[in-house]
């Protein structure tokens, strides 16, 4: 069992930067692979960014390359999202998920065992 807490969201203009944090406790947090989704409001969750257990393998959706980056920090139990550059359609609620397989860094949102309560982001135009 792994229990997942995001923080870090909050309101940005355009142009501007957000870090995002997921704070893992439970079971050993470098077992897992992690991902982050977000929900735009009238749309469906879609993957934005996923890492393997080691942190060498990082994974995008095509619209946040260039701009989004997933880090983790094993020792801390934590996985970040630094988002720079955001535009308003990256508008969401931001949610953390752990895959029991840390070799899968999985786009698919059914790939994942754990889910945190989502952090809103916003940015305005």
């Known amino acids: 069992q792994v229990q997942l807490v995001e923080s870090g969201g909050g309101l940005v203009q355009a142009g501007g930067s957000l870090r995002l944090s997921c704070a893992a406790s439970?079971?050993?947090?470098?077992?897992?692979?992690m991902g982050w989704f977000r929900r735009a409001p009238g749309k469906e969750r879609e993957f934005v960014a996923a890492?393997?257990?080691?942190?060498?393998?990082?994974y995008y959706t095509d619209s946040v390359k260039g701009r989004f980056t997933i880090s983790r920090d094993n020792a801390k139990n934590t996985v970040y999202l630094q988002m720079n550059s955001l535009k308003p359609e990256d508008t969401a609620v931001y949610y953390c998920?752990?895959?029991?397989?840390?070799?899968?860094?999985?786009?698919?949102?059914?790939?994942?065992?754990?889910w945190g309560q989502g952090t809103q982001v916003t940015v305005s135009s």
């Open positions: 890492i393997r257990r080691g942190g060498d393998n990082t």
């Open positions: 439970g079971r050993t947090f470098s077992l897992y692979a």
């Open positions: 998920a752990a895959d029991s397989n840390p070799w899968r860094a999985a786009r698919a949102s059914s790939s994942y065992d754990y």
